[in-house]
């Protein structure tokens, strides 16, 4: 029907127009209809039961607390009462490249669910075009202006199972950025108590250096009089000499970890160092309640349990494909010849209609990748229950060593100070001509040694307190982010 002829009939024209409005309020309740009575196929989710013990093996007279895992813990390392400790921890979330990785994968995760939920509405498109085509006997010109519109019925749920999948997905990645940033921040302040340790270690073998040298000048002094042998002036050389040794090999143990805490925080070893210190090291007191429940506690757990729904979700998305998908497009809008009369009734051109699709045959592709789904989420469950055990393991292993710990520091401290007190008799019956000096310098030795081994154990204690800690996900105790 040309231009002409359709204005000629201004009735037919009316009805024309009608038809389209009239087809969109008789498919609209429809399509309400069908989302109303739509399923979503696939299981719906159940986070599996894990075997979880009442209290730790290892607590031993420790009750059970509730964990409050939907509140922020705070910081944790407070607890240490070291205020440089607690400056260069709060870095780490700033300036830490892994964590800012993490920090960009989550993001990229809450993106992807934002565009799975917007499948779940009528996406609206607009075009508009201008095209001058010619033949050997003409010339013409088209305009056009549209509005396109689609909407995928999720009569299955696989669209909901898709922004269910992307939510868990998003949600595990949340949890992996809080894993990663308890992790740095456990390996900085780990690195941080060893550090600090250090820092006595080499002051003690200092002292100790300095008390030798003393003794080697006494030595060859009498040696130049002839009052003692080479063989004790070599003897007291060794001495001095094996402990300036032992000392070197700390300082560059203590600038590895100084390098170590520099790219903790996100800066080049260059433009970082920790001046030596003598700070008191304050291991703070064991808790009064430990929680036994660590899936909302421990951001490594509700990872994987986030991970495990997710593949629960991507199930339903598989079995979706069994059933056809139903899609409403409408398209409406303007074509003519000329630009400046195009928006006019005769130009207006318009289409509605559903669409059904599905596949008939596929020899079995289908019915594989809901296998696939199936297996993909019998191995995440798999995984979630080994990070349960794993993380109970860690946190019973770290309560056994720091019970040990705490005991033998004791025996280490009374062996050493003993090792101390025979190393000032045996120093001063030398001097008195009573023994020879081989026997100074070997109790003195063994003094050394003792009370070196009481600061690696020290050091050992403080490093397990912050293992401890992050095995809790960020505290020990359910009093921690009140």
């Known amino acids: 029907m040309t231009d002409k002829t359709m204005n000629s009939y201004p009735e037919a024209n009316l009805m024309t127009l009608q038809k389209p409005r ?86 990229e995760a809450q993106a992807l ?18 095209t001058r085509s010619a033949t050997s006997s003409s010339v013409s010109n088209k305009q056009t202006a549209q509005l396109s519109a689609s909407w995928e019925l999720d009569l299955w749920g696989k669209l909901r199972r898709t922004a ?43 002292q100790s250096i300095d008390a030798y040298q003393r003794y080697l000048t006494v030595i060859q002094n009498q040696y130049a009089g002839g009052n003692t042998s080479r063989g004790t002036l070599a003897q007291a050389q060794t001495q001095l000499e ?14 590895q970890l100084e390098h170590a805490i520099a790219v903790l925080i996100g800066k080049p070893p260059a433009q970082f ?3 030596a210190s003598n700070v008191k090291l304050n291991l703070p007191p064991m808790p009064d309640a430990l929680p036994s429940q660590l899936l909302q506690r421990r951001p490594d757990v509700a990872a994987a349990e986030r991970t495990m729904a997710s593949s629960n979700a991507a199930i339903g998305v598989a079995t979706a494909a069994y059933f056809p998908d139903l899609t409403l497009s409408a398209t409406g809008g303007y074509t003519g010849s000329a630009l400046h009369n ?5 130009n207006r051109v318009w289409s509605l209609g559903p669409e059904l699709s599905m596949t008939v045959l596929d020899f079995g592709a289908t019915r594989g990748k809901v296998a696939q789904a199936e297996a993909a989420y019998d191995a995440d469950v798999a995984s979630y229950r080994q990070s349960v055990l794993t993380a109970m393991q860690e946190v019973e292993d770290y309560l056994v060593e720091l019970h040990t710990i705490d005991t033998e520091l004791v025996a280490r401290q009374n062996a050493a100070d003993s090792a101390k007190e025979s190393a000032r008799v045996t120093y001063n019956q030398y001097q008195a001509g009573m023994i020879d000096y081989l026997d100074v310098a070997t109790t003195e030795n063994t003094s ?15 490093v397990t307190s912050v293992k401890l800690i992050a095995a809790l996900g960020g505290g020990w105790n359910g009093d921690v982010g009140k």
Do not use: H
Not at 191 to 200: A, E, K
Not at 242 to 255: E, F, I, M, P
Not at 342 to 346: G, R
């Open 22 to 107: 009239s087809l969109v309020f008789r498919l609209a309740p429809l399509a309400l209809a069908l989302l109303v009575s739509a399923c979503a196929v696939g299981p719906d989710y159940k986070r599996p039961d894990v075997a979880m013990p009442t209290a730790f093996k290892e607590a031993k007279g420790w009750t059970a607390a509730v964990p409050k895992d939907n509140q922020s813990k705070g910081e944790w390392w407070s607890v240490y009462q070291d205020p440089q400790l607690s400056s260069l921890l709060t870095q780490v979330q700033i300036s830490n490249q892994n964590v800012a990785q993490y920090a960009a994968q989550y993001r």
């Open 113 to 130: 669910v934002t565009q799975a939920r917007s499948d779940l509405y009528p996406s609206v498109d607009a075009t508009a075009g201008s």
């Open 164 to 206: 269910e999948e992307q939510d868990a997905s998003a949600q595990a990645s949340k949890a992996d950025l809080a894993d990663a940033t308890l992790s740095a921040q456990s390996e900085l302040a780990q690195d941080y108590f060893q550090l600090r340790v250090m820092d006595q270690q080499i002051a003690l073998y200092k």
């Open 242 to 255: 094996s402990t300036k040794a032992s000392a070197l090999d700390l300082q560059w143990q203590r600038a």
């Open 273 to 275: 160092s920790l001046a």
């Open 342 to 346: 195009l928006f006019s009734l005769p």
């Open 448 to 462: 050394l040694t003792q009370q070196q081994s009481v600061l690696s154990l020290q050091s050992t204690q403080m």
